[in-house]
């Protein structure tokens, strides 16, 4: 089955600085690639996501690349906030089951 | 719509009870799930359920189990609680396109001593 692998497990920024996470994942028929965000004891919901046949997406401050060749893709966040402060995790599918997780990113940005 | 629905919010439960956790969704998805997030582990997948009467175990499955007799309704049931399911539990579910965006419930934290 698919496993993903998430790095780093913490990081930390100045305000205004930039974050990226990086994940790789296993298997090559995965074709669909969330990034969630998850506050302190809320529920993870979805921020940005991208599909195989797509090479990068945008949403404001925030981006995705993905280089399925290398079976690897990446969250950019710009011009970090301290409301941007959270756990992120990615994740992958292939085939029909659900979505297989990352051990998630802490990422804490202090003003 | 309510979404993903979630009850209890917290449990504390003594090593061998068995509890039910419950899980809503007014959505009308065919697809839901049950994953277990425990710190540094990320989350897991305990069991799914592509439609009513259909169901299949996930990466974790022991000591857990499902049924899914509504569309709307996917309970997971803790048969003989122990100190390592302690955990935040998350229900989620999935519409059109199968299991891509997946919509999660606010979660259930339980503790076993």
């Given at each position: 089955g698919e496993n993903v692998e998430q790095h780093p497990s913490t990081l930390s920024v100045q305000e205004g600085d930039s974050a990226v996470i990086k994940c790789t994942y296993s298997d090559s028929a995965s074709n669909y690639f969330p990034w969630y965000k998850q506050e302190l004891g809320k529920r993870p919901q979805l921020i940005i996501d991208i599909r195989s046949n797509v090479g990068?997406?945008?949403?404001?401050?925030?981006?995705?690349?993905?280089?399925?060749?290398?079976?690897?893709?990446?969250?950019?966040?710009?011009e970090t906030q301290p409301e941007d402060s959270a756990v992120y995790f990615c994740a992958a599918i292939s085939g029909n089951t659900p979505l297989v997780f990352g051990k998630g990113t802490r990422l804490s940005v202090i003003a | 719509n309510a979404g993903v629905t979630q009850t209890p919010k917290f449990q504390v439960l003594k090593t061998g009870q068995s509890m039910t956790l419950q899980c809503a969704q007014d959505m009308n998805h065919e697809y839901m799930s049950w994953y277990r997030q425990d710190p540094g582990m990320g989350l897991r997948l305990i069991h799914y359920s592509v439609g009513a009467g259909i169901t299949d175990q996930g990466e974790v499955p022991n000591g857990y189990n499902v049924s899914r007799s509504t569309t709307e309704d996917f309970p997971l049931r803790l048969l003989s609680a122990a100190p390592s399911q302690t955990s935040v539990y998350f229900c989620a579910s999935s519409g059109t396109g199968g299991w891509n965006e997946q919509f999660f419930g606010p979660g259930t934290r339980l503790t076993v001593l």
């Open positions: 990068e997406k945008k949403d404001q401050r925030i981006a995705v690349t993905l280089n399925k060749t290398a079976k690897h893709f990446s969250l950019h966040i710009t | -």
